[in-house]
């Protein structure tokens, strides 16, 4: 059974960073393309960022590009979403997404497994 597994969100204060992983049981694990998503309270879920599989291509909306960085090291299974300067508007639910590769980054419907997701909230 895949799991994709977040950690790393909490309370942070404006202004902060936070570094959120996603540790994932995908196999093999450099096969598939990772993404960030959230979620706020009424809102739609909402694209974060994404990555390919060797790393070597990334995206991220306007909303979050400059303050945020995606990265994953394939020897850990793992993916990262760094993000700084953090403001109230960022507050929501977190998830990792997986899908597999396909020559180019999934579109919204393409994302085939999902997280948990974890909380960050930003207070002013």
């Known amino acids: 059974q895949v799991q994709l597994v977040e950690s790393g969100g909490g309370l942070v204060q404006v202004g902060g960073s936070l570094r959120l992983s996603c540790a994932a049981s995908?196999?093999?694990?450099?096969?598939?393309?990772m993404g960030w998503f959230r979620q706020a309270p009424g809102k739609e879920r909402e694209f974060v960022a994404a990555i390919s599989p060797s790393g070597g291509t990334t995206n991220s909306p306007n909303s979050v590009k400059g303050r945020s960085t995606i990265a994953r090291d394939n020897a850990k299974n793992t993916v990262y979403l760094q993000m700084n300067s953090l403001e109230p508007v960022d507050t929501a639910v977190y998830y990792c997404?997986?899908?597999?590769?396909?020559?180019?980054?999934?579109?919204?419907?393409?994302?085939?497994?999902w997280g948990q997701g974890t909380q960050v909230t930003v207070s002013s």
């Open positions: 997404a997986a899908a597999q590769w396909k020559g180019r980054l999934p579109s919204k419907g393409e994302w085939t497994y």
């Open positions: 995908v196999r093999p694990f450099s096969s598939y393309t």
